[in-house]
């Protein structure tokens, strides 16, 4: 025999941290997440964290969805939304940081992606380079400029920005003044990552 409460709340609220995530991706999870929120008592709220998180949508499921969409961005550095977690670039280990950058390169465009690839391929080929300190901004800018990854030098620093913020790179500056930028993870992640992408 069932039990049922008395009464049925008139609403639901779903909440949902992240819907364009990397498990809530798949077409069956965002197949029903869209049935869901067709019911009229049944109401969806979820924040997104890729400017491009509406492609996971097609027509249909926008429809179900019935979005309503706010601007909540925060500027805060990304080490301010991920304070109260254990980062996996933070907890070490070559196989987190490998699933860490790859998580981080499938919410990036394909120039962005293109940008860090090529500063792995740069890094991994002078590694036995004992005097190297990196790739200059302005050798990075000139290189991403001649493959049309970037068009403005301001285009290259909004993304390493974001690349900072995700701690895939660190810069140093140099004995003239020049800013050095190096990927932070270790040789052997980095040609994981560059083969896995390749």
């Known amino acids: 025999m069932c ?12 909440l949902i941290n992240n819907i364009d995530g990397p498990r809530l991706q798949t077409e069956k999870a965002q197949m029903v997440l869209s049935l869901l929120a067709a019911l009229p008592v049944f109401h969806v709220v979820a924040s997104v964290d890729h400017v491009n998180a509406p492609l996971l949508w097609d027509q249909v499921k926008a429809d179900r ?19 109260y977690e254990n980062s996996l670039l933070v907890q070490g280990g070559e196989s987190n940081a490998l699933t860490a950058i790859k998580h981080v390169l499938s919410g990036l465009t394909p120039n962005a992606r293109a940008i860090f690839l090529f500063l792995c391929r740069h890094q991994l080929d002078h590694q036995k380079d004992s005097s190297y300190k ?24 909004a993304q390493l920005i974001e690349f900072r913020d995700h701690k895939l790179i660190g810069s140093k500056k140099g004995q003239d ?4 930028l190096m990927a932070t993870a270790i040789p052997s992640v980095l040609k994981q990552v560059v083969d896995d992408c390749s």
């Open 3 to 14: 039990w049922f409460p008395e009464e049925f709340p008139t609403q639901f609220f779903l």
């Open 65 to 83: 969805f019935n979005w309503l969409w706010y601007d909540t961005t925060t500027y805060e550095a990304y080490e301010e939304e991920t304070s």
């Open 134 to 157: 990196g790739l200059s901004f302005h050798g990075l800018y000139r290189a991403c400029r001649e493959q049309f990854l970037v068009n403005t030098d301001m285009t290259l620093r």
């Open 177 to 180: 003044g020049v800013e050095m």
